[in-house]
């Protein structure tokens, strides 16, 4: 499969995640507004896919001109909770002063890092993982999508499936839809189908139960920021998740590559957690599902305590808390 997100003719080309799994199809992003668009409404999402829309949006800003630094930090505030959508943005702003070649030639090198950090990290998350669990072949979890469609070319937690799945030791994953709108059911099933990997949806509200009759072995998931002691933001659900683990004690590791640390955070309580438009849940296909009116309380992410996460792996292998 293609790169996630890359740049092409002057543009920047993602796969459509809101189209998926129905439809494959490619966008090609002129302006700031039509990428800021479309990281608000998930057309690229995932927090190392978002640090690669960060810095090649800065890119794509400095090659039209106008006022670089505004259309930064516009990009940058577009999903407030994943930490690498603002680092991309930096990391690529702090090339302007050399011109828009060197901004681009910085973004592309975040986009090839970015595969390799991936591969890294999820190596040493496999490894981990084989320690903690001694049944073979593993029966693993997964919430959200963590896999090439959250990252610019490989995966973070679904990276780990990769790597697990090419010496035979998958029997199968146990996917969690995600509320509300279904990344697992919809990319991560989809990435699994298409690598040949077993697979069987579930509902969210279904994994306490899977753990409690013996079909888990280890849950592996992504991350959106995590904070200088280990505590860990990513989808909703995932605090949920970490605690039926640790009641049923089945192994919880995270995966994502270091630029998702956010050193300056002492723990998950400083996180800004996204709300989402409360439509997400009293709508379905454009029909109200709830009462007129119903009132929503729709956080995108929730924050899992360190004392939860079996360990918590990046490209450097496991975090260790500062």
Known sequence: MRRTIDWADGAIV???????????????????????????RLAVRGAPALGGAGA????????????????????????????????????????????????????????????????????????????ECPRRPLRLLSHCNAGRLATVGWGSAL???????????????LVGETRPLLQGARLTAWELAQAGVPYRVQPDGAAAAAMARGMVDCVLVGADRIAA????????????????????????VVVAPSSTVDRSLADGTGVTIEERDARELTEYAGIGITPPGADVFNPAFDV?????????????????PS
């Open 159 to 173: 990276g780990v499936v990769w790597h697990l799945h090419e010496r035979g030791l998958v029997e199968e994953v």
């Open 56 to 131: 090649l949006g800065v890119a794509l800003a400095a090659r039209l001109g106008g006022d670089v630094r505004a259309d930064a930090e516009l990009i940058a505030g577009a999903r407030p909770t994943a930490v690498n959508l603002r680092w991309g943005v930096e990391r690529a702003l702090a090339k302007l002063g050399q011109g828009a070649d060197a901004v681009l030639a910085e973004a592309q090198a975040l986009l090839a890092e970015d595969e390799e950090l991936n591969k890294t990290a999820s190596a040493h998350a496999a490894e981990i993982v084989l320690a």
């Open 14 to 40: 993602v796969i459509d995640q809101t189209a998926l799994p129905a439809e494959y199809r490619l966008l090609e992003l002129r302006t700031v507004g039509e990428l800021i668009d479309a990281i608000k």
């Open 304 to 320: 899992t305590p360190a004392a939860l996460i079996t360990a918590v792996v990046t490209e450097h292998g496991r975090y260790e």
């Open 229 to 252: 002691n280990g505590d860990v933001a990513n989808k909703i659900g995932t605090y949920g998740l970490a605690i039926a683990a640790a009641h049923h004690g089945v192994p919880f």
